[in-house]
């Protein structure tokens, strides 16, 4: 089964273009807004606010930035409360550093303020820099999955948080149908970690470290991917499985039950003709004791 599917990772114009099909599959934009309006804003704002002169400079990191988008959200909300903000973007791909760079310029007036540096890396090549510089906030948004070795990464970057500061991890949620989906069909994934929420709070737990969690209710309209015909339901299912091209690659007995299984009431949910996976997120919060 492995032989016949290749990763996604080795096909990035692909990855690019399967992960836009889902990110508006699953609307995620509008999920982060309403992330930062509630969660964001009333959880993690006060405890920095808390632990740093607001007239003080803000350090903050954000590892597999991606293309900018939610963190830039973030960023303008953050300078309602502090004058300078520092932002060290870790992505390991070229083409979003470009679309996060150009992003930034459009937004000049309300990043005012914020400075930026950008890191062409995975976060295990940014650990190996000598003596890195300390960080008030960090910021992994469905980027964990990518780390080579969850547990190590994780205290790496507890290790690089200022006393008193917050790390953000937003994750699969370990109950959610997608989760359920992906624990399934485990053989044929390649260079993907296959960890929920449950896995980072395991991690924290053993290591004593406090954090807090709040659900996120999602989904992804897999509609298209019944559809033969249909370019865009090839591309969310390419980054469902994380598989290149996976419609013609696979067989016709794996397509089979790959659609079943995602259509199933374990994992998803009718709402009139379309067909909804359940995407539930956690977002957990982690604190570092002054």
Same mark, same amino acid.
């Given at each position: 089964?492995?032989?016949?599917?290749?990763?996604?990772?080795?096909?990035?114009?692909?990855?690019?273009?399967?992960?836009?099909?889902?990110?508006a599959?699953?609307?995620?934009?509008?999920?982060?807004?309403?992330?930062?309006?509630?969660?964001?804003?009333?959880?993690v704002?006060? =405890?920095?606010?808390?632990?740093?002169?607001?007239?003080?400079?803000?350090?903050?990191m954000?590892?597999?930035?991606?293309?900018?988008?939610?963190?830039?959200?973030?960023?303008?909300?953050?300078l309602?409360?502090f004058?300078?903000i $520092?932002?060290?973007?870790?992505?390991?791909l070229?083409e979003?550093?470009?679309?996060?760079?150009?992003?930034?310029?459009s937004?000049?007036?309300?990043?005012?303020?914020v +400075?930026?540096?950008?890191?062409? =890396?995975?976060?295990e090549?940014?650990e190996?820099v000598?003596?890195?510089?300390?960080f008030?906030?960090?910021?992994?948004?469905?980027?964990v999955?990518?780390?080579? $070795?969850?547990?190590?990464?994780?205290?790496?970057?507890?290790?690089?948080?200022?006393?008193?500061g917050?790390?953000?991890?937003?994750?699969?949620?370990?109950?959610?149908?997608?989760?359920?989906?992906w624990?399934?069909?485990?053989?044929?994934?390649?260079?993907? $970690?296959?960890?929920?929420?449950?896995d980072?709070r395991?991690?924290?737990?053993?290591?004593?470290?406090?954090?807090s969690?709040q659900?996120q209710?999602?989904?992804?309209?897999?509609?298209s991917?019944?559809?033969?015909?249909?370019e865009?339901?090839?591309m969310?299912?390419?980054f469902? +499985?994380?598989?290149?091209?996976?419609?013609e690659?696979?067989?016709?007995?794996?397509?089979?039950?790959?659609?079943?299984?995602m259509?199933?009431?374990?994992?998803?949910?009718?709402?009139?003709?379309?067909?909804?996976?359940?995407?539930?997120?956690?977002?957990?919060?982690?604190?570092?004791?002054?």
């Amino acid at each position: 089964m492995q032989s016949t599917l290749s990763s996604l990772f080795h096909d990035t114009d692909r990855y690019l273009l399967s992960l836009k099909a889902f990110s508006a599959a699953c609307g995620k934009f509008a999920i982060y807004d309403q992330w930062v309006e509630t969660i964001f804003q009333q959880t993690v704002v006060p =405890q920095l606010k808390g632990a740093l002169d607001e007239q003080g400079e803000l350090r903050v990191m954000g590892v597999g930035s991606g293309s900018g988008e939610m963190e830039c959200k973030l960023f303008v909300k953050f300078l309602q409360h502090f004058p300078r903000i $520092n932002i060290c973007a870790v992505e390991p791909l070229q083409e979003q550093l470009v679309k996060y760079q150009a992003l930034t310029k459009s937004k000049t007036s309300d990043l005012r303020g914020v +400075n930026f540096e950008w890191r062409q =890396q995975t976060i295990e090549e940014y650990e190996k820099v000598e003596e890195p510089t300390k960080f008030h906030f960090i910021v992994a948004v469905h980027s964990v999955y990518y780390f080579d $070795n969850l547990e190590d990464s994780l205290m790496y970057l507890h290790s690089i948080l200022e006393p008193g500061g917050v790390t953000v991890v937003v994750i699969m949620s370990d109950d959610s149908g997608y989760f359920r989906y992906w624990d399934h069909f485990r053989p044929f994934h390649d260079k993907y $970690n296959f960890i929920s929420s449950a896995d980072v709070r395991s991690i924290l737990d053993r290591h004593t470290i406090p954090y807090s969690q709040q659900h996120q209710p999602s989904h992804v309209n897999i509609t298209s991917c019944f559809d033969d015909a249909s370019e865009e339901g090839s591309m969310v299912l390419d980054f469902l +499985n994380h598989v290149t091209r996976f419609k013609e690659s696979a067989t016709e007995d794996l397509k089979q039950q790959v659609l079943e299984r995602m259509a199933s009431s374990e994992c998803s949910e009718t709402s009139g003709d379309e067909i909804l996976l359940n995407n539930d997120c956690d977002t957990i919060i982690i604190s570092k004791p002054r």
